[in-house]
């Protein structure tokens, strides 16, 4: 007889486990773009709901393209990579994008936002782009909120591109918690600004992982920030210069 | 779905120069082929609605179309002139009522029409201020002649010389307004109506000079030979028509050999129509008889058959414009290649981004078929205004 598996139990609301069960579980995964490069092995790796990691290594090591496994961006060749409970290699593509936008924040290093929408539209963007957020006075309320919080409640109706690069981060920090998202994945967050607003935005980042119980993985260059994480993971240990064709390589999902 | 139609809307209103572009070139594609049909169509009503309204035309022997179009729209070049006596010759048939026409005058850029009272009665035409012309030298102005003269009845109005050069030739002759037309939104409108001897005074075949047996015209007399008086340059002639000097006009000459440039026949009935038509089948026949419908309806064929040219070549340039906007559409689509990515990577779902970008094309191709449509409607509602300033103006 068929089994039925209910992956549905994403799309409730997050309410931190207190059992503290691993928000990543990661367990023989390899991976290599089809162009070649380097391979990715990540015999097991596992990161704790509530947990604050950093990933260090030199560039081009593959610490993108496991966040990019981890949110479902990519699928591995080989092994089993588990987000939040849910092995999001066996979902369809829709599933994995709306198991995406409830449960991952991104932030990037350049920041991605849309230059033809204002401050606001483009920290309520996720819920205009997927039809499983629903986009309510309560979340516009909320997106006030996080603008305020994050000192550009003022310009909340300017276009982004007169924004200065530390403002136009926060936008993008907003935009990642509006979900309020159990796992925050950033990639160089801090890559594109000077000191001050280094600070703010990690500040910000780990205030809000802190008080929500998230999940926050930084990939990041910045030594300075290393004290500011409860782990770091150096991906020298992951990396293969000279790979061995083990598997097909991997399409983009 | 609201969501993304709002995206794609913000996106359209950022880069609105290259929307504006893209919409303005999809309205002209779609618009001139179907605004040129839409004109076309109009115009030949116009056209034809004044021929239709005229049974039939004689003129000298020549071009049909010259003829029609110098008599319906006082247009072109004044044709082979006939005489009056075609028109007495007509009156004499029994056969149809002859409204002669002089049409070779100007007075500025207006045409000075010389015909008939019945003129204004086979046209329907009603007088706005003042009266009909009575005797020579007066004249009635075309409502679009009089608004742009800025002239009405107590003002005077002066013929052009048909040269400057021709000093031997066509005098200016000023004359009284006596009346303004209602607009007829026809040909009418822009002429100036005198009578037919009105316009044979500016051609100098009537004319009106200083009284020769006056003590002070002696000086000017050559020679006297019973009735006939030579005189020399010196002797005044009259270039306005007073009450002081309306009986010194005089004819040189039988008024049958003066010219006319056509007469408009309006048969007593068909048969008679058919009569006279075939009086002037013969070989030797001097003069011509044109429906003026069938003139018009060939000149129209010839237009027509330029409009269907001119449609399959806006037709390929609506291709080539298609295309150019589908290679804008797909350079934008490379160009936001890292908007799309980023959209995929935060979770949009691809039907929202499919819809967002596809919104946008289809929200340009709607608004620029919506402006040409609108524009149509404009055409269709005042076109005919624009083609009668364009063709009468």
Redesign the interface.
């Known amino acids: 007889m068929m089994e039925w598996i209910d992956y549905t139990f994403f799309l409730r609301p997050y309410a931190p486990t207190p059992l503290r069960l691993p928000m990543i579980s990661i367990s023989d995964l390899r991976f290599r773009y089809s162009q070649g490069g380097f391979a990715l092995h990540v015999p097991q790796l596992e990161v704790e709901s509530g947990e604050r990691v950093a990933i260090i290594g030199p560039s081009g090591s593959g610490k993108t393209t496991l966040l ?1 496994l981890v ?1 479902g ?1 990519r699928s591995p060749q080989s092994g089993r990579v588990i987000t939040n409970q849910m092995d999001l290699s066996e979902l369809a ?2 599933s994995r ?6 449960n ?1 924040g ?1 932030v ?1 290093q350049e920041f ?1 936002l ?4 204002n401050v606001l ?1 483009n920290i309520l ?8 957020l629903e ?1 309510n006075k309560k979340v516009r309320q909320r997106a006030a909120e996080l603008a305020e919080m994050m000192g550009i409640g003022d310009k909340v109706s300017r276009n982004v591109r007169r924004l200065s690069q530390g403002e136009k981060q926060r936008v993008a920090v907003c ?2 918690l509006l979900a309020e998202p159990p796992l925050l994945l950033a990639v160089e967050p801090t890559g594109n600004l000077d000191p001050t607003n280094k600070d703010k935005v990690l500040d910000i980042l780990v205030e809000y992982a802190d008080s929500k119980g998230s999940t926050l993985v930084t990939v990041t260059h910045d030594h300075d920030l290393l004290s500011r994480f409860q782990r770091i993971i150096d991906f020298k240990q992951f990396y293969d210069l000279d790979p061995k064709p083990e598997a097909a390589p991997s399409k983009a999902p | 779905m609201k ?2 139609l ?2 794609a809307w ?2 359209l ?3 609105r120069i290259k929307t504006a572009i893209l919409v303005g070139s999809l309205t002209l594609i779609t618009f001139l082929p179907v605004g040129l049909n839409v004109i076309v169509g109009q115009s030949a009503r116009e056209l034809t609605a004044r021929a239709e309204a005229t049974p039939l035309l004689i003129g000298a022997k020549g071009s049909p179309l010259e003829l029609a179009l110098n008599s319906l729209y006082f247009e072109s070049d004044t044709p082979e002139l006939t005489t009056y006596s075609e028109a007495v010759r007509i009156e004499e048939s029994g056969l149809a009522k002859p409204i002669p026409l002089y049409v070779r005058f100007q007075s500025r850029e207006s045409p000075i029409v010389g015909t008939t009272l019945e003129y204004f009665d086979f046209r329907g035409l009603e007088i706005a201020s003042g009266r009909r012309m009575a005797v020579l030298g007066e004249c009635v102005l075309g409502s679009r002649v009089a608004a742009s003269m800025g002239v009405g009845p107590g003002d005077t109005v002066i013929s052009s010389p048909e040269s400057v050069f021709d000093l031997a030739g066509v005098y200016p002759l000023k004359m009284q307004v006596v009346g303004v037309l209602e607009p007829s939104y026809t040909a009418d409108d822009g002429a100036i109506f005198v009578d037919l001897k009105t316009t044979w005074v500016i051609q100098g075949l009537v004319h009106g000079h200083q009284d020769m047996d006056a003590p002070e015209a002696a000086a000017g007399v050559l020679k006297r030979e019973g009735d006939t008086i030579t005189a020399n340059a010196s002797v005044v002639q009259y270039n306005e028509i007073t009450p002081d000097n309306v009986d010194s006009f005089h004819f040189h000459g039988g008024m049958s050999g003066y010219p006319i440039s056509a007469i408009i026949a309006v048969p007593h009935d068909q048969k008679s129509g058919t009569i006279l038509m075939g009086r002037y089948e013969a070989d030797d026949e001097v003069s011509q008889i044109v429906q003026p419908a069938t003139v018009m309806n060939e000149l129209l064929g010839t237009i027509l058959t330029i409009r269907e040219f001119v449609v399959a070549a806006l037709l390929l340039v609506a291709i080539a414009t298609l295309a150019t906007a589908a290679l804008v559409f797909l350079l934008s689509l490379r160009l936001r290649r ?2 799309i990515d ?12 499919g819809t ?1 970008l596809a919104s946008e094309i289809v929200a340009v191709l709607v608004a620029g078929v919506l402006l040409a449509g609108l524009l149509t409607l404009l055409t269709v509602q005042f076109g005919e205004e624009l083609i009668r300033a364009l063709l009468l103006g």
């Open positions: 990019n949110a961006i593509d829709s994008r709306d198991f995406r936008i409830r991952i991104l990037f991605e849309l230059e033809y929408l539209d963007l996720p819920y205009r782009i997927n039809g499983s986009l935009r990642a | 969501d993304t709002y995206l913000r996106y209103a950022h880069h890292r908007e980023t959209m995929s990577k935060i979770g949009g779902s691809r039907l929202s981004i967002l």
